[in-house]
């Protein structure tokens, strides 16, 4: 494994976690998160982890992403923090 | 509460980093993780279980009754949804419509009948869809592509990346655009909410009957090699086999585990209009 | 000082993961809004999967799929446990995911009902409302 992208990648999942966390609109929390879990499954596919990122890659990209939008759009958008 | 947060995950984190004192060098592969179960696993799974993915192997072999509690663990979490949101209002004949600039949903009973001020109200489910011609003839011809591909992830994965969980839900997510690219009408008469929970029982039962055919066999729980005397296969391919029925059950109960919760949080529970 | 700095450098994997997790913590104490502390409890569990995984890393080796193990000729050369990854901390994260989604649904099940109840999803509001 290459340290720099395995640095690269990392820098990246720590920036969208921030992001996803501290920005003010439910939906765009939705996106980020899914943002997050992308980074992460391709963090996983260089440690050599291929079910665990195809696995998250299903998962927590697309299925989860999917879960979190809907309840959005049922609920509401707005946020304070 | 923000400061009183931010001191205890500061302790936390503190406590943590020094721990990383302890921890192996990166990568080591002496490490103690990899020193004393996983050699076994890595030298003896292709030749005890005939599955060179050693993942599946492990996962579906060596820790075949831990994962059966894992599938039981999902399938308790589409039940939970439908007992916490699901809602049996009365259809009665008749459509619903939405006010637009209020949000309030009235309902009629005479079909024939439009509450006036026809442009504020939005007419809910039935035959009108809101979508786009292009979006539902591109997702018309991707669902039985990833469809397939669902399939092939479940049935190949003793050889390659995937299995049960992976293919499950690959085939949920299809049957999640369908209902994303349709609506949710055309998604619950394709698939019944009833065909969706004895789907997700169904790869319970799968599972568990498995292991019990096993025991009827005279071997143990989940003792794929006793499939010998009812499969017509050599002995070093029926581990393989029962791995693969196993898989086949998690991906049935996976795959309608993912439609339930969908179906549920995208209509809050009243199963009439999606996203 | 420039030990703790090699210190680092040499396990900058497990420091960025142990942030990445304070990251998630903070988010389920100090955030108001019920899907952002979802959000958060994700992140931390990505965290510790992260972790789990990076201990099966081995340098020089590959993934746990034995090479040749396919077809009729299945290869009897001797398999050398140095030569692929650790697969059991996989497995026992593959399960993890799996059954974060499961948990993340029945939450947004509960965080619909939550809003259907207080039509609000700020934690002071509801505290607030359930008292009144």
């Known amino acids: 494994m290459l340290w720099q992208i395995d640095l690269v990648i990392l820098a990246l999942v720590i920036v969208c976690a921030i992001a996803a966390i501290s920005v003010r609109d439910l939906l765009g929390t939705a996106i980020l998160f899914g943002a997050y879990s992308f980074m992460m499954c391709l963090l996983w596919a260089v440690m050599g982890a291929v ?26 958008r707005r946020t304070k923090d | 509460m923000k400061l009183a947060g931010l001191i205890i995950v500061m302790i936390c984190g503190g406590l943590l980093l020094t721990a990383t004192q302890d921890f192996p060098a990166w990568g080591d592969p002496s490490s103690p993780a990899s020193t004393h179960l996983s050699p076994h696993f890595i030298t003896e799974a292709l030749h005890e279980t005939g599955a060179p993915n050693l993942v599946t192997a492990v996962l579906a072999d060596y820790r075949g ?37 209020t949000g309030i949903v009235i309902h009629i009973q005479d079909p024939n009948k439009a509450p006036k001020g026809q442009r504020e109200f939005q007419l809910i489910d039935n035959m009108w869809v809101p979508h786009d ?136 529970g009243r199963h009439n209009q999606g996203l | 000082m420039p030990d703790i700095v090699t210190e680092i450098i040499h396990k900058y994997n497990y420091w960025l993961y142990i942030i990445l997790m304070m990251i998630g913590l903070y988010a389920m104490i100090a955030k108001n809004n019920l899907i952002k502390k979802l959000i958060g409890m994700n992140i931390f569990q990505t965290a510790i999967i992260l972790f789990f995984i990076s201990i099966g890393y081995k340098e020089d080796a590959t993934i746990p799929i034995i090479v040749g193990g396919h077809g009729p000729e299945m290869s009897h050369q001797a398999i050398e446990a140095a030569q692929y990854m650790n697969p059991l901390p996989h497995v026992l994260m593959l399960t993890a995911i799996v059954v974060s989604v499961a948990t993340l649904g029945v939450a947004l099940a509960l965080v619909i009902m939550v809003y259907q109840r207080y039509q609000t999803l700020e934690e002071d509001e509801i505290r607030m409302r359930v008292t009144q």
């Open chain 2, 65 to 101: 009754y831990d994962t059966m509690f894992e599938t039981v663990v999902v399938f308790g979490a589409g039940l939970a949804c439908i007992l916490l949101l699901r809602t049996y209002t009365q259809r009665t004949r008749g459509r619903e419509y939405r006010h637009i600039p």
């Open chain 2, 133 to 268: 011609l292009i979006i539902k003839t591109v997702c018309r011809i991707l669902i039985p592509f990833i469809q397939i591909f669902g399939l092939y992830v479940v049935c190949h994965g003793d050889f390659s990346p995937g299995g049960g969980f992976q293919g499950g839900v690959i085939f949920g997510a299809s049957l999640i655009l369908l209902a994303l690219s349709f609506d949710l009408r055309t998604f619950l008469e394709q698939m019944s909410e009833k065909a969706l929970g004895l789907l997700c029982a169904l790869g319970v039962v799968i599972y568990s009957g498995i292991g019990c055919m096993c025991i009827l066999l005279g071997g143990n729980f989940l003792d794929y090699s006793q499939l010998a005397a009812v499969l017509p296969v050599d002995p070093g391919h029926v581990r393989a086999l029962g791995m693969l029925g196993v898989e086949i059950g998690v991906g049935f109960s996976v795959m309608s585990v993912m439609a339930i919760l969908y179906v549920n949080i995208a209509s809050a």
């Open chain 1, 51 to 76: 079910d665990v990122a195809f696995t998250e890659a299903s998962v927590g990209a697309g299925v989860s992403s999917v879960f979190v939008v809907a309840a959005v759009f049922r609920t509401t």
